[in-house]
């Protein structure tokens, strides 16, 4: 008898605990989506002067953190601020040169070889996004678009032109626009997104090529991965 008792006592115990173990499998009406970011694009000058005209491959790195605030029950819409880095490094034949303080500027004619001529970025940046997705707490798997607008802050900025006895080499150009701003747009599925990016503003504040006023924006087409 004793051991019945016992045996009932040990039952009741293990079926009271069993009801107070969380149940891990319920859904989690708090998860966010897509915290951290990075993305490689190229990048393309547009409505450029006639003059000007890119060789090569020109890259663009971005890499940042958007916090995720879902705005209805299903967690499928979501606005993201946050904070990123970008660099953006444009090939072209555009050489830049300072004299005495003053930025001049030419072109490489047709033909004429050189070794180097670039102009690099970088940006501390600020994204807002506006989200859609067909995501679930279950599934890091799903459809995405996400479309946004950001301010990107000139850091610092680097251009040089290198050819046979020649080697110029500008630090933080004064006539490239401080404060730039654009739209982007962010879609696929799952690991793979395409990702755009349009500068709304002209990327020199001053400086003219052949006496008219440089005038040059950004255009980037690349990938976006996203990460919890």
């Known amino acids: 008898m004793k051991n019945l008792f016992k045996v009932v006592f040990l039952l009741s115990f293990f079926t009271v605990f069993s009801q107070e173990v969380p149940n891990f499998e319920a859904v989690d009406s708090l998860y966010r989506e897509d915290q951290f970011y990075f993305g490689v694009t190229y990048n393309i000058l547009s409505s450029k002067p006639k003059e000007v005209s890119q060789n090569s491959f020109s890259t663009g790195l971005y890499l940042g953190f958007l916090r995720d605030f879902p705005i209805n029950k299903k967690r499928t819409f979501a606005i993201a601020p946050g904070l990123g880095f970008s660099f953006k490094n444009y090939k072209q034949n555009l050489v830049i040169q300072e004299n005495q303080g003053v930025m001049e500027y030419s072109t490489i004619p047709a033909g004429v070889p050189f070794d180097k001529n670039k102009l690099a970025m970088y940006f501390v940046e600020v994204p807002v996004e506006f989200r ?9 798997k799903f459809w995405r678009i996400y479309a946004g607008f950001k301010m990107s802050y000139l850091l610092a900025s680097q251009s040089r032109y290198k050819a046979t006895g020649i080697d110029y080499k500008v630090n933080n150009n004064p006539d ?3 404060l730039q701003y654009g739209a982007y747009i962010s879609a696929g599925w799952n690991q793979w997104n395409f990702y755009t990016y349009y500068g709304f503003d002209n990327m020199f504040e001053k400086g003219t090529l052949n006496g008219n006023p440089i005038k040059m924006n950004t255009l980037n087409f690349g990938l976006m991965f996203y990460i919890l």
Not at 132 to 140: A, G, K, L, Q
């Open 132 to 140: 859609w997705r067909t995501s679930t707490y279950e599934s890091h």
């Open 176 to 178: 490239i626009v401080k």
